[in-house]
């Protein structure tokens, strides 16, 4: 059973920093496409950032590039989101997805149809 698990989130002040964390179990870890989402109240649920674990590959959405990293631990089967720079509008919750490494790295649309999703962390940033 494919199981990830959240961790991280918070409360921070604005161009603040936060490192959210995203342990897995239950498949190949050292070769899956592991990705991040969030969805804030009132809008749509938004693709963050996107890895490869088998060769580090990565993607982001215009929204959080430069600022949000993605990186995977591959001995720990965990990926971790480094947020700096945080601003209100971060504020959702987030969510770990996991699905296979298949198709275009990024596409959003595969980790909706096939993903395996964790039961998210709040991330809160004051203004």
């Known amino acids: 059973e494919v199981q990830l698990v959240e961790s991280g989130g918070g409360l921070v002040q604005a161009g603040g920093s936060l490192r959210l964390s995203c342990t897995a179990s239950?498949?190949?870890?050292?070769?899956?496409?592991i990705g991040w989402f969030r969805k804030a109240p009132g809008k749509a649920r938004e693709g963050v950032a996107s890895i490869r674990t088998g060769d580090s590959s990565t993607y982001y959405a215009d929204s959080v590039k430069g600022r949000f990293t993605i990186s995977s631990e591959n001995a720990k089967n965990t990926v971790y989101l480094q947020m700096n720079s945080l601003k209100p509008e971060d504020t959702a919750v987030y969510y770990c997805?996991?699905?296979?490494?298949?198709?275009?790295?990024?596409?959003?649309?595969?980790?909706?149809?096939?993903?395996?999703w964790g039961l998210g962390t709040q991330v809160t940033v004051s203004s």
């Open positions: 997805v996991g699905r296979p490494p298949l198709g275009l790295h990024s596409s959003w649309k595969l980790y909706l149809d096939f993903g395996s």
């Open positions: 239950g498949f190949a870890f050292d070769d899956y496409a």
